[in-house]
C-alpha cells in the first residue's frame, strides 16, 4: 500500500533552516510528482512546493520563493524540502502527498490529492 512520510519538523528560530523529508514506500516513486503542503492553526492545508516525477520542474508558493528548495532522490524514494530564512509564518504541520498516477507539477496543482503522509510539525520562534 501506498504509504507517505513525512520527518525533520523541530522548534527554530525565525531566520533557521530545517530539512524535511518525506520518505516514500509502495508504489514506483519515480513515476509519481510529490507535492508539500502545510497547514498552520486555524487556516486552510495550501500548497508550498511541488516536483515532477523526472523533468526536475518545481512550483513554490510565493510565500516560499527563494528560500524553500525542493527535490528528490528517487534512489532512496525521498523527497526533500529544504527550509531555510524561516519565519514565524512557516510555522505549521507540513505533509507531503501526491495523486494517484501522477507525474506533473501541473496536474498536482489541479488535482486533489489521493495519497497523504503524516505531517510533520514545523515551528518557528520570533
Known amino acids: 500500500d501506498v504509504q507517505l512520510q513525512a520527518s525533520g519538523g523541530g522548534l527554530v528560530q525565525a531566520g533557521g533552516s530545517l530539512r524535511l523529508s518525506c520518505q516514500a514506500s509502495?508504489?514506483?516513486?519515480?513515476?509519481?510528482?510529490i507535492g508539500w503542503f502545510r497547514q498552520a492553526p486555524g487556516k486552510e492545508r495550501e500548497g508550498v512546493s511541488y516536483?515532477?516525477?523526472?523533468?526536475?520542474?518545481?512550483y513554490y508558493a510565493d510565500s516560499v520563493k527563494g528560500r524553500f528548495t525542493i527535490s528528490r532522490d528517487n534512489a532512496k524514494n525521498t523527497v526533500y524540502l529544504q527550509m531555510n530564512s524561516l519565519k514565524p509564518e512557516d510555522t505549521a504541520v507540513y505533509y507531503c502527498?501526491?495523486?494517484?498516477?501522477?507525474?506533473?507539477?501541473?496536474?498536482?496543482?489541479?488535482?486533489?490529492?489521493?495519497?497523504w503522509g503524516k505531517g510533520t510539525l514545523v515551528t518557528v520562534s520570533s
Open positions: 516536483i515532477s516525477s523526472s523533468d526536475g520542474s518545481t
Open positions: 509502495g508504489f514506483a516513486f519515480d513515476d509519481y510528482a
Open positions: 502527498a501526491t495523486i494517484d498516477g501522477c507525474r506533473t507539477v501541473v496536474a498536482l496543482m489541479v488535482g486533489g490529492m489521493d495519497y
